[in-house]
């Protein structure tokens, strides 16, 4: 069982950057492979980026490749999420996600284990 639990949200400006982070504690999670998503009220689960267990292969969705930035420390069981150029469209609650693979994964379904949640507010 691994437990993760996200933090770094906010309310930020159009422009500015924000850094997310999510811990996981449990089974090994150097293991596994870490995703970020979000979700808009009254829109669907978004896939937003991901990065493999060592942490040397990473992938993004288009809306936020350039932009946003995926990581992992895996010394301190920690996957980050460094967003830059903020746009209003950014406004969701961001999900970290985990699953033992060896592969990234970029659809939710493939994901077993999931945090809570951290909120992003990016104001125009």
């Known amino acids: 069982q691994v437990q993760l639990e996200e933090s770094g949200g906010g309310v930020v400006q159009a422009g500015d950057s924000l850094g997310l982070a999510c811990v996981a504690s449990?089974?090994?999670?150097?293991?596994?492979?870490a995703g970020w998503f979000r979700q808009a009220p009254g829109k669907e689960l978004e896939f937003v980026a991901a990065?493999?267990?060592?942490?040397?292969?990473?992938t993004y969705a288009d809306s936020v490749r350039d932009r946003f930035t995926i990581s992992r420390d895996n010394a301190k069981n920690t996957v980050y999420l460094q967003m830059t150029s903020l746009k209003a469209e950014d406004t969701a609650k961001y999900l970290c996600?985990?699953?033992?693979?060896?592969?990234?994964?970029?659809?939710?379904?493939?994901?077993?284990?999931w945090g809570q949640g951290t909120q992003v507010t990016v104001s125009s």
């Open positions: 996600a985990a699953v033992n693979s060896a592969f990234l994964q970029t659809t939710s379904s493939a994901y077993r284990f």
């Open positions: 449990g089974r090994a999670f150097s293991m596994f492979t």
């Open positions: 990065v493999t267990y060592n942490g040397k292969s990473t």
